[in-house]
């Protein structure tokens, strides 16, 4: 069964930092391209970040460039977004994605991880 | 940046057909996949690739992309069907996502 467990959310003042992570399993983490997504409270998705499976060519929306970063650790399983220089507007809840390789479509989430920004 | 739009709401009476459009410049160019979210769940994929249906997902959704307008289509609705509708799309040379802005259903 597939299963992406999101892990690292929690309360941060504007300016600060956080790192989530996603730890996968059940697939063969290492052939797939993953994606970060939110949504705002009360709000639609937003994408967020996209990582190749091989860590290149990686894409951040203008949102987020800049500021935030992602990796990925293939011998562990792991899909990492280290967020920096966080805004009032970056609290939402993060949902670490897999694409499922046809065309871009996102075919497994994670229950997904609430970041609140606020002082 | 492309941007695509979906109508706010859509309200149907059970047994009826939903219809739920996204609008898009050329969308008919590009891949277009929906996806169901239910209030305090992470989104399900229920169409990818404009009409193909991810298995396990029932035949009464079914979704179709022409011109400027992507469509999903939920026949037969029923009182699960209600919540959020997003469509997406993925552009293959920037590896930018665009989702739409999400039509929720209500089923009178």
């Known amino acids: 069964e597939v299963q992406l467990v999101e892990s690292g959310g929690g309360l941060v003042q504007p300016g600060g930092s956080l790192r989530l992570s996603c730890a996968a399993s059940g697939f063969t983490f290492s052939s797939y391209n993953m994606d970060w997504v939110r949504q705002a409270p009360g709000k639609g998705l937003e994408w967020v970040s996209y990582?190749?499976?091989?860590?290149?060519?990686?894409a951040y929306a203008d949102s987020v460039r800049g500021r935030f970063t992602v990796s990925r650790d293939n011998a562990k399983n792991s899909l990492y977004l280290q967020m920096n220089s966080l805004r009032d507007e970056d609290t939402a809840v993060y949902y670490c994605a897999r694409d499922s390789g046809v065309v871009g479509s996102v075919d497994y989430w994670g229950q997904g991880i609430l970041v609140t920004v606020s002082s | 940046s492309y941007v695509l739009t979906q109508p706010p709401s859509v309200s149907v009476a059970p047994g009826r057909t939903a219809t739920i459009t996204c609008g898009g410049n050329s969308i008919e160019s590009k891949s277009v996949h929906w996806y169901q979210q239910r209030p305090g769940q992470a989104p399900v994929l229920v169409i990818h690739n404009n009409n193909d249906r991810p298995s396990g997902i029932p035949e009464r959704f079914s979704g179709s992309n022409s011109g400027n307008t992507a469509t999903l289509t939920i026949s037969r609705v029923e009182a699960g069907d209600e919540a959020d509708y997003y469509c997406h799309v993925w552009d293959s040379g920037s590896n930018h996502h665009v989702f739409g802005s999400g039509t929720e259903v209500t089923v009178l």
């Open positions: 990582i190749h499976s091989r860590s290149a060519p990686i």
